[in-house]
């Protein structure tokens, strides 16, 4: 960008407009001579000090706030440079207009460029601000070159910085992306959390397989059971109803220790009457030997 700003060096020519021995004029030009050695000596307070002075006793000499613009730009205040070059329009000079036009674009350019790193929408604001200007002093000065050169500059400069906004847009999205992938990756601890529950769903699941097989089976034995009992005749039915009164029927008469049945005393005495018969058998036999005997003495 090509600065093109430099005070008017024949800043006593608003003398002529005063007439001889004007007090008036004698005050402003001391005041503006004044103020154009602390230009030179880049004693930028003073000079605009002075160049307030001489504002206050003729305040509608173009040149005087223009010079005034261009100090404010040396200085740094861009801001306030612009408004005081455009505070020079007013006075119907078409040079001066051209050059303060121009300087306007300047001021605002340089504005910008200290908005960049911390504000890059609004130094985007005051390029395209810069351009405006640009065009409208090459339409005052279609012949100026340095107009020409920084309104294609400053529209190359838009150009670079919109493409870094938008690289820088899509940038801050991928990071917003990854962290939210980040966030949503499961830590070590949530890892291990949802592993037992995960665990512990399955074994649940087994479990409920488990009973529900089991209950299954009870079921199909249970219907078995049922269609098998209904096969069986109805005489084998009747027979396993009445085993129970022929057991109790069977089963031996409980007595008290030391008791004798029936049985148990006719055996006895069977035995007796036969140990008796025998006994008689045996003394029989003994007489008739006796008896035989006897007779042979005789």
Known sequence: MRDRNWVISTILCFLIACPAGSACAASAAREARKAGRFYQEEKYDEALA???????????DPRIQYNRAVTL????????????????????EEILEQRSVYN???????????????????????????????????????????????????LKKIRELEQQQQEQEQQEQQQQQQGQREQQKPQPQDRQEQQEQQEQQEQQKQQQEQDKAEQQRQQEQ???GEQEQDRRPQEQRDEEEQEPDQQKREEPEVRD??????????????????????????????RRARRSKVLRDW
């Open 50 to 60: 002075s160049y307030d002075q001489a504002l206050s006793i003729k305040p509608d």
């Open 73 to 92: 730009y040396r200085k740094g205040d861009f801001t306030g440079a612009e408004e005081a070059f455009l505070g020079s329009l007013a006075r119907g």
């Open 104 to 154: 306007a674009g300047n001021s605002k350019y340089r504005a910008a460029q200290g908005m960049e790193g911390a504000d890059p929408e609004s130094a985007l604001k005051n390029y395209r601000k810069a351009v405006q200007y640009y065009r409208r002093a090459m339409e005052l000065g279609p012949d100026d070159i340095d107009a020409k050169y920084n309104h294609e500059f400053t």
């Open 222 to 224: 249970e219907k078995e």
């Open 257 to 286: 220790e030391g008791q004798m049945s029936e049985e148990e005393a006719e055996m006895l005495l069977r035995g007796q009457e036969e140990e008796e018969s025998r006994m008689r058998a045996e003394e029989k036999k003994a």
